[in-house]
């Protein structure tokens, strides 16, 4: 059985890549830490609508662990949890490269 491969489009991706390399890599403190979660969970629902690929379906991703550093973790645990999250979206970029290397189909 011979599995399909996966279809992007170059303009989402490109929007997706946009929106992940504005996120943030640190917070200094608790408020800004609620606040870089807010953009680290748009962007992966922004990525995930934009690609359907399962890459950022936050419940398989380093999202929840991040999700449960920020209701009862430390500061070096939403610090960790924020650059998994950051370094798990940057995949789009991967992606990126396999449509450039035609190991995907690409939608125009």
Known sequence: MNAGRMTYNYGKVNECIQV???LPLDAENKKAHREAFKQVTDAYDFCYEMTMCLLFEKEYT???DY?????IGTKKGRD??????????????????HMENGEVDIEY
């Open 80 to 97: 960790s949890g924020l650059r998994q999250c950051v370094f798990d979206l940057r995949t789009i970029r991967g992606v990126y490269a």
């Open 20 to 22: 992940v390399s504005n």
């Open 67 to 71: 999700e449960r550093e920020m209701c």
């Open 62 to 64: 380093p999202w929840k």
